[in-house]
């Protein structure tokens, strides 16, 4: 995450902070085929962002993810290029992601919603909601309770008080 927020940094900057931002990019890189995700610079992604294990996650360089969202390795939010879904999804705040999981086209996920394992999500998903399933179906509206860990320090002083 150090890196891809310092690339992003420089990337806003433009000509003055190249040097930094060819380093950063490189780094990030790196990382990103040592620990296996693809997560660019381009993406925005809110505070808290946790990603439970190695392995494979693909996330879209034009998606918003919100703040404290967990994603598990296998997970897939992408782009869909036609349909009336057509473009990229949008997570919300405090969103748990399965194993496996496929998020695609242009849908809203609504705060403290859970994305089971293999679920493919191709419909707006709205809060606390609680998806399942392929084609994914909601089952319930008890949302992310106890599932979202690591949350960021101010979100965590909010929630508790």
Known sequence: MFYLRKAAYYRRRRIWFFIPLIYNRVMLKHYRHYYGF?????????????????????????????????LAPGVVIGQANRGK?????TIGNRVWIGANAVLVGDIRVGDDALIGPGAYVNF???????????????????????????????????LKS
């Open 38 to 70: 693809q997560l660019y610079p381009s993406t925005r992604v809110g505070r808290g962002l946790y990603l439970g294990h190695f392995g494979t996650i693909i996330v879209n360089s034009n998606a918003v993810l919100g703040d404290n969202v967990n």
């Open 85 to 89: 879904r057509k473009g990229i999804p």
């Open 124 to 158: 707006d998903v709205p809060e606390r909601a609680v998806v399942v399933g392929n084609p994914g179906s909601i089952v319930s509206y008890s949302g992310t309770d106890e599932y979202v860990c690591n949350l960021a320090p101010s979100e965590f002083h909010k």
